[in-house]
């Protein structure tokens, strides 16, 4: 029974910050997210001709992936682990369904295809990853690490990160290419 309300207070954590995502897009930053030149010509062009395969871009990347669920891990033990993993949830929602409005106001729906494209193809072994690790946390002191967990999300992540390093940037330019 806990484990069936605990999924739908993901749910609802998750669909609680995207719908506030979706509202703080267009109803408190819409201005500024139609003024702004993100998806300008200019911009898609400087993206195409980067360089995204140096060192900077992969320590950001190790940073941006590993430093959220590291911190999430140093409260595991206190009484404010749960509270960490549902703001983690909402802050995922929120960060979602921002993006989601400003490529939808900016682009269309090619917006949606540009989102999408950016979550691919290493989405899929950051789902699994955050999946064990919140569960983890969330449910400690029931569910504790163990050398097999730590080393299946060790290697999600390294996965992921890697594709996000290597394939990612193909996909963006891919659809920028479309785009424009």
Partial sequence: MERFQTKKLVALFLMSGFLGGILFANFIADTYVIQSDLFSEYYM?????????????GLYLCAVRILPLL?????????????AVWTFLLWT???????????LMNLGILGLLFFFSGLLPH?????????????IIYRYPEVRWTF?????????????????????????KSMIKIIY
């Fill in 45 to 57: 062009n400087e993206f195409l001709s980067a360089k995204t395969t140096n060192s900077a871009y």
């Fill in 71 to 83: 911190g999430m891990a140093a409260v595991q033990r206190t009484r404010i682990s749960r509270c």
């Fill in 93 to 103: 929602g929120f960060s979602s369904g921002l993006l989601i409005s400003v490529e």
């Fill in 123 to 135: 989405l899929f072994f950051y789902v699994l990853a955050y999946s064990i690790a919140l569960r």
């Fill in 148 to 172: 097999r967990t730590f080393s299946i999300l060790c290697v999600l992540l390294s996965s992921g990160i890697l594709l996000e390093y290597l394939a990612n940037p193909f996909f963006v």
